[in-house]
């Protein structure tokens, strides 16, 4: 069975699990073309060093006559990376680096799978090297048509993980060592935070309800003069539509930020759409968010 369609559910965060193994919830990363090529060069490195320890382990316990053939069939091939991309069609292709680059197919990729161990087992019916990386990336993104129909309350759920499996506490370090250092530099923290649960509460009172209020004095003044005439229960309609209608628009402005701020986003050369929207809404949100605060502060001290 397709390795994509088995991709494993990953613990929030990096820790020590049963059999030397360590786990990473991969939350908030923006990678470009020339950041994917760095993971796999880091994955490499890794993978020659495993099969360095491999071949160690294994030939000991080998006839002398079977040792090269071993070598050459089995473990030297082994030194590439295996990974398995899918694309917008649900089309899955086998790769393997540095035979393949794999920046050359992220247009059209939604999920990528790298497994430093991939050929190995399709070499040794099954087997997995004892020192192994696994990585699955989800670049798939909702659609802005499910940006009002999502909850922004709840935490965004995320299947991108890197694995790590070793028998070797030296080379277990050495690679926790060097994922962690991809990871860092490519985090970014404001994605994580807007998809994480209890976000949109804090949005909502710190940013939204201040511009709302602003707003709502600002033009206050024209809106009596407009509803003057109508009956009570009219103005109760009026005021109600109001506040629906603000509420709804935070959530819908709370959603379309989640979206321009996907929990793993590829962002391929010449490709600035996503970003110009991303800062045109924080330059309006800071602004009218400064405006209200200076307001407070004239009232206050004047």
């Known amino acids: ?72 069939n089995e473990l030297e091939p082994c030194r590439k990376v295996h990974f398995e991309i899918r694309n917008g069609l649900n089309q899955v292709d086998r790769h393997f680096f540095p035979d393949k680059s794999p920046e050359n197919y992220l247009a059209h990729t939604t999920q990528m799978f790298i497994n430093t161990s991939g050929l190995f087992a399709e070499l040794t019916n099954g087997r997995q ?28 759920n995320d299947n991108s993980n890197i694995e790590i499996s070793s028998t070797d506490d030296e080379w277990l370090a050495l690679a926790e060592k060097k994922v962690q250092s991809f990871v860092a530099g490519k985090s970014k923290k404001l994605s994580k935070v807007l998809h994480s649960g209890g976000t949109y509460d804090g949005f909502l009172w710190l940013v939204f309800v201040p511009i709302g209020v602003w707003i709502g004095l600002k033009i206050e003044p024209e809106v009596v003069k407009l509803i003057a005439d109508y009956t009570y229960l009219g103005k109760t309609v009026v ?44 330059a309006i949100l800071i602004g009218l968010l400064g405006s209200a605060i200076w307001s407070a502060l004239q009232f206050i001290f004047t």
């Open 1 to 72: 069975m397709n390795e994509l369609q088995n991709a494993p559910h990953i613990a929030r965060a990096l820790r020590v699990t049963q059999g030397g193994q360590k786990k990473l919830e991969l939350r908030g990363i923006r990678l470009s073309a020339s950041d994917l090529r760095e993971l796999f060069e880091v994955l490499s490195d890794l993978n020659n060093r495993a099969v360095e320890l491999q071949l160690a382990l294994e030939i000991e316990q080998m006839p002398d006559e079977n040792r090269h053939a071993y070598i050459k």
């Open 239 to 282: 005021l109600v539509v109001a506040v629906l209608a603000f509420f709804n628009l935070a959530k819908l402005t709370f959603g379309f930020l989640r979206w321009l701020n996907p929990l793993v986003e590829i962002r391929l050369d010449g490709e600035h759409a996503r970003g110009i929207w991303r800062n045109g809404i924080y």
């Open 129 to 156: 090297m004892d020192n192994r990386v696994t990585v699955f990336l989800d670049f798939q993104t909702s659609k802005v048509s499910d940006v009002y129909t999502s909850s922004p309350a709840t935490r965004t």
